[in-house]
């Protein structure tokens, strides 16, 4: 059985590192990083997984949108693995809301995401997937591919009074 991986944290370097591309998602080496961020996001509140953030630097993320205590009215869907994982924004609108990250506990912030996007990535067989995305699923999404280019959400944020501790945002929010 796949074991958990310790999740990186903020200052860790790797979180601020370009990750390579993916060229055998057949190899063992890419076939352990997904067991392990599988098995890693399931024993997580977290609704998304980057391979940067269990130390492996790999364009492989895992969206797994689902309600929790820490996001309440997220929408349900399988968790889904995406491989070279790139996406383009279908117009310029842009909303502010709310986002957590494993890597960084403790901290919500508003977040400016584009909140419509088309998406390209390959599947865990090899095949490319297209698809369009929207709202929280498209947030977190964006939030992932973040971690492949070296960036944190906290990196995003307008101004610094968007930032609160998660404890003053459950009971804003929850």
């Given at each position: 059985?796949?074991?958990?991986?310790?999740?990186?944290?903020?200052?860790?370097?790797?979180?601020?590192?370009?990750?390579?591309?993916?060229?055998?998602?057949?190899?063992?080496?890419?076939?352990?990083?997904?067991?392990?961020?599988?098995?890693?996001?399931?024993?997580?509140?977290?609704?998304?997984?980057?391979?940067?953030?269990?130390?492996?630097?790999?364009?492989?993320?895992?969206?797994?949108?689902?309600?929790?205590?820490?996001?309440?009215?997220?929408?349900?869907?399988?968790?889904?693995?995406?491989?070279?994982?790139?996406?383009?924004?279908?117009?310029?609108?842009?909303?502010?809301?709310?986002?957590?990250?494993?890597?960084?506990?403790?901290?919500?912030?508003?977040?400016?995401?584009?909140?419509?996007i088309t998406v390209q990535y390959e599947d865990v067989r090899?095949?490319?997937?297209?698809s369009m995305l929207e709202g929280f699923v498209a947030r977190v999404f964006q939030h992932e591919i973040d971690?492949?280019?070296?960036?944190?959400?906290?990196?995003?944020?307008?101004?610094?009074?968007?930032?609160?501790?998660?404890?003053?945002?459950?009971?804003?929010?929850?």
């Amino acid at each position: 059985m796949t074991q958990n991986c310790e999740i990186a944290q903020l200052g860790a370097d790797v979180l601020r590192q370009i990750s390579a591309k993916v060229e055998n998602i057949n190899s063992p080496a890419i076939r352990k990083i997904i067991d392990e961020m599988t098995t890693t996001l399931a024993n997580t509140q977290g609704v998304g997984l980057a391979a940067p953030q269990i130390s492996q630097l790999q364009r492989i993320i895992i969206v797994a949108s689902r309600p929790s205590t820490r996001y309440p009215h997220a929408p349900l869907m399988l968790p889904t693995v995406m491989v070279n994982p790139s996406y383009e924004a279908l117009s310029e609108q842009t909303e502010k809301d709310w986002e957590g990250c494993l890597s960084i506990p403790g901290i919500r912030a508003l977040v400016p995401r584009y909140t419509s996007i088309t998406v390209q990535y390959e599947d865990v067989r090899g095949l490319t997937v297209q698809s369009m995305l929207e709202g929280f699923v498209a947030r977190v999404f964006q939030h992932e591919i973040d971690h492949l280019d070296g960036t944190v959400y906290l990196d995003r944020v307008e101004t610094n009074t968007d930032i609160i501790s998660e404890t003053e945002y459950l009971k804003l929010f929850v």
